[in-house]
């Protein structure tokens, strides 16, 4: 290769080059309003996502929150439900075991069991804690465990092994005919 073809540098284009390089300005400092745009558009974008995060964190803590208070005032209002159900249902039982029709007592078991959300319809004797009429016939003649339902002297719901009861006595006319048991669920 020869150097011919090559024109040889002046000493003033030399000098140029020098200037130009150390008059050249730095990236940033070229680009200054570009990069300034940039980085805000990163931190408006990062602002935004972490306040998205944490208005989706209040909302469902706010959920939660409200899921268990429903949960808590259905629980109740079912409560109070079950509690009118025994007392209507007393009334009804208390009229046909003083008539000593057991069959027409059945039979209102039965229909709770149909028009309600009830699991079971017990009858118990107080003195023995004895299942005297159940909807589940299996449960007849067998031993009632709760004493605390056993022994109601009004109206009163209690949950035991795992499923919630309401329980009250059914009064005659001098003494106590059994206690009415509904195992809601």
Known sequence: MSTENKPAKTSQQESSEKVNSST???????????????LLLVVSVAWGYF???????????????????????????????????????????RSELIAENVNQVNKYFEQTLKTFDVEKVMLVDRKTSE????????????QFTNK??????????????????????????SSQLGVLIIQID
Do not use: C
């Open 148 to 173: 605390k339902l056993v022994e109601a002297q009004e109206a009163l719901s209690h949950t035991f092994e795992g499923h919630t009861y309401a329980a009250a006595p059914v009064m005659g006319y």
């Open 51 to 93: 306040q998205n995060r944490s208005t989706v964190s209040q909302y469902e803590k706010r959920i939660t929150e409200l899921k268990e208070t429903h949960t808590a005032e259905l629980k109740e209002m079912k409560t109070a439900h079950i509690k009118q159900l025994t007392n209507t249902l007393i009334l009804a039982v």
């Open 131 to 142: 299942v005297i009429l159940s909807t589940n016939k299996k449960d007849e003649k067998t």
């Open 24 to 38: 050249k300005k730095p990236f940033w400092k070229k680009h200054f309003l570009k990069l300034l745009l940039l």
